[in-house]
T-cell receptor
Framework: GAVVSQHPSWVICKSGTSVKIECRSL??????MFWYRQFPKQSLMLMAT?????????EQGVEKDKFLINHASLTLSTLTVTSAHPEDSSFYIC?????????FGAGTRLSVL | QKEVEQNSGPLSVPEGAIASLNCTYS??????FFWYRQYSGKSPELIMF????GDKEDGRFTAQLNKASQYVSLLIRDSQPSDSATYLC??????????FGAGTRLFVKA
């Protein structure tokens, strides 16, 4: 299947700093990528849909000014968590569609101290 | 609200048994259906997809789709302890929006 690379896999940061997470489609082009968040023992929660060359579409309740998404090319989307706080600590996962099959990156575990 | 419903479990089966995971979906326009496996602390990985009514087999896994009943299932034969994970059912409409169920936790006892 298609490969989606996500980096970094784990990040620890101080409260108030910003963290950037990258998501790349390695062997296919993805006009649409998705960003999810998952808290321990809970289900995936879609945060936003990242659209190449245009603004991301955010799900209800997700602050677009806090979670900045940039999809500048057909193979790269980035999620920046701005002014991170401990409550932002979570597992962030990106995905991309090849055809109508969604493939996931390995995820980024964010810990905000 | 388009939904995909799964029993959260845990579903516990002995090693070697058949594990049966079930899923229902609300949007009759859904066209593609997927099963993902997620180990604790890891991201989901695709196990199978199914588009047509009936059964689709891949090794120890069989996906079953019944569009009239809006029902999707996954059977795991000869269950192994390594199959212990959360299984996510997903449905996609004609566009690229995929709706995920909350997942069913499977525990295979050695």
């Amino acid at each position: 299947g298609a490969v989606v690379s996500q980096h970094p896999s784990w990040v620890i940061c101080k409260s108030g700093t910003s963290v950037k997470i990258e998501c790349r489609s390695l062997d296919f082009q993805a006009t649409t990528m998705f960003w999810y968040r998952q808290f321990p023992k809970q289900s995936l929660m879609l945060m936003a849909t990242s659209n190449e060359g245009s603004k991301a579409t955010y799900e209800q309740g997700v602050e677009k000014d806090k979670f900045l998404i940039n999809h500048a090319s057909l193979t790269l989307s980035t999620l920046t968590v701005t002014s991170a706080h401990p409550e932002d600590s979570s597992f962030y996962i990106c995905s991309a569609n090849e055809g109508n099959i969604q493939y996931f990156g390995a995820g980024t575990r964010l810990s905000v101290l | 609200q388009k939904e995909v419903e799964q029993n959260s479990g845990p579903l516990s089966v002995p090693e070697g048994a058949i594990a049966s995971l079930n899923c229902t979906y609300s949007d009759r326009g859904s066209q593609s259906f997927f099963w993902y496996r997620q180990y604790s602390g890891k991201s989901p990985e695709l196990i199978m997809f199914i588009y047509s009514n009936g059964d689709k087999e891949d090794g120890r896994f069989t996906a079953q789709l019944n569009k009239a009943s809006q029902y999707v299932s996954l059977l795991i034969r000869d269950s192994q302890p390594s199959d212990s994970a959360t299984y996510l059912c997903a449905a996609t409409t004609g566009g690229f929006k995929t709706i995920f169920g909350a997942g069913t936790r499977l525990f295979v006892k050695a």
